[in-house]
């Protein structure tokens, strides 16, 4: 995932900058940003990795699970 950094970082509640996700801070920084792990896809593979492995604990089987667990 490529976020904007902006005043909120809203993103940094559910993921952690440069482990799961990269900030990029306007259009050129964003196009030299894809570049950059286009043309070194390996480099960039195991934040790639972390973002898959996180975001499946915000599917909806698991919010389920949460709300059926604080609900018994």
């Not at 990269?22 to 070194?40: A, G, H, P, T």
């Not at 960039?44 to 898959?52: L, R, T």
Request: glycine share 0%; no cysteine; aromatic share 16%.
């Amino acid at each position: 995932n490529l976020v904007r950094k902006d005043e909120w970082n809203v993103v940094e509640d559910f993921y952690e900058p440069d482990k799961e996700f990269i900030y990029f801070q306007n259009e050129k920084d964003l196009d030299n940003k894809i570049k950059d792990i286009s043309n070194n896809w390996d480099d960039y593979q195991e934040i790639v990795d972390n973002a898959y492995n996180k975001s499946l604990l915000y599917v909806t089987e698991k919010f389920i699970e949460k709300i059926d667990k604080e609900t018994k």
